[in-house]
């Protein structure tokens, strides 16, 4: 069975609203490459109009929205002015990314989060020991951040304390999320142990990212055979969105109960 991925998404994101972030209002016209558009609205009226068209320019590394965007970055709104930053560090604004590392040492934990959520979007992949030695904190929402951050940044060396953050219990769910996405082997035994946690959204991260990790051969084979067993158990979890992700985890794996078990999922919503 080939993954469809945008239904798994969908799915993902019925069962587990944290899986899915809001959507950008300019989808189609960053599908279309329509950056007339999107220069267009970033003096529409509305804030999350304009913040929306600011970072779609980003995604689009249009440089001849630097200006349009710098000019944003005095916009009476905080939210625009987040936005045309984080754009203009797409756009490889070297200033701004190194901005957002020297606020990962604010004593506010608004900042340091918002900080390094723009780090992670912008794909600033020098900001990595940075985001690594401000993840030591006791605050779940910094640590949150700075774990989804990692996980977008794709960097290995992020992975034994994505692992120490998922047993301390500290934003488990978005460090074995980032794990997943980062897609390294190293992550693999602390994901096993992961499904057996009681708490029912780690568990279903926990599966879901060592699918990933089987489907990228990513994984650490010695473990193969316990995790599939372990996955297999959960397919009965009391908790749907356990049950999902473990059929998601074992279609990774090539499973073929586990590829029935999610076209069942798929099928019947």
Not at 7 to 13: K, P, Y
Not at 93 to 103: I, P, R, T
Not at 141 to 167: C, E, F, H, N, Y
Request: hydrophobic share 50%; glycine share 8%.
């Amino acid at each position: 069975m080939a993954l469809n991925e945008e239904q798994i998404a969908e799915r993902l994101a019925e069962l587990e609203p944290a899986w899915a972030g809001r959507s950008n209002l300019f989808e189609k016209q960053i599908a279309a490459k329509d950056t007339k558009e999107l220069h267009a609205r970033l003096k529409d009226q509305l804030p999350g109009v304009r913040a929306d068209a600011a970072e779609a320019l980003g995604a689009l590394a249009d440089k001849t929205a630097a200006g349009p965007l710098k000019s944003l970055l005095a916009d009476p709104e905080p939210v625009v002015r987040r936005s045309a930053a984080i754009a203009l560090a797409m756009l490889g604004d070297e200033a701004l990314s190194q901005e957002f590392v020297k606020a990962l040492r604010d004593p506010s934990a608004k900042v340091v989060a918002g900080a390094a959520e723009a780090i992670g979007i912008a794909k600033y992949t020098a900001g990595v020991p940075y985001l690594l030695k401000a993840y030591r904190t006791d605050h779940p929402r910094v640590a949150a951040s700075i774990a989804t951050a990692l996980g977008r940044l794709g960097d290995r060396q992020a992975v034994p304390w994505l692992v120490a953050a998922m047993k301390s219990g500290l934003a488990p769910v978005e460090a074995a999320t980032a794990l997943g996405e980062i897609g390294d082997s190293a992550g693999t035994r602390g994901l096993c142990d992961a499904l057996a946690h009681d708490f029912p959204p780690l568990r279903a991260a926990a599966a879901r990212a060592l699918g990933q990790l089987a489907r990228t051969g990513k994984f650490d084979f010695v473990l193969k055979d316990g995790a599939i067993a372990s996955l297999h158990r959960l397919l009965n979890d009391p908790d749907l969105r356990v049950q999902f992700c473990a059929a998601l985890g074992l279609a990774g794996f090539g499973d073929p109960v586990g590829k029935q078990k999610l076209e069942a999922h798929l099928s019947n919503p």
